[in-house]
């Protein structure tokens, strides 16, 4: 499992709803019960392999992955309520 969690980590998690990029994973939550994964956590900001929580990551509901690639994770997340988030996606119609 150790191995699975750590080639999630060189992932980036972008959203299908908006375009945006949401950060890598950072985490997973697990149910010790089942051995099912819930969430996925998403790092924000540069501290990919921080061990310390940071308030701006986000946890995508396992449900919302759509399609884990060789390099992206597609995800089809609506983030809670909040401030207005940064997206960082670039474009030429943007």
């Not at 959203?15 to 994964?37: F, M, P, T, W, Y």
């Not at 701006?56 to 089809?76: E, K, M, N, S, Y």
Request: hydrophobic residues 35%.
């Amino acid at each position: 499992m150790q191995h699975c969690i750590a080639n999630l980590r060189t992932k980036e998690v972008i959203n299908k709803k908006d375009g945006c990029r949401l950060g890598h994973v950072c985490d997973v939550e697990i149910d010790a019960c089942s051995g099912q994964v819930i969430n996925i956590i998403v790092c924000r900001g540069g501290r990919m392999f921080s061990p310390y929580a940071c308030d701006h990551d986000l946890r995508v509901p396992w449900c919302d992955v759509d399609v884990i690639g060789d390099d992206i994770i597609l995800v089809c997340f609506t983030p809670p309520a909040g401030p207005q988030r940064n997206c960082s996606r670039r474009g030429f119609f943007r």
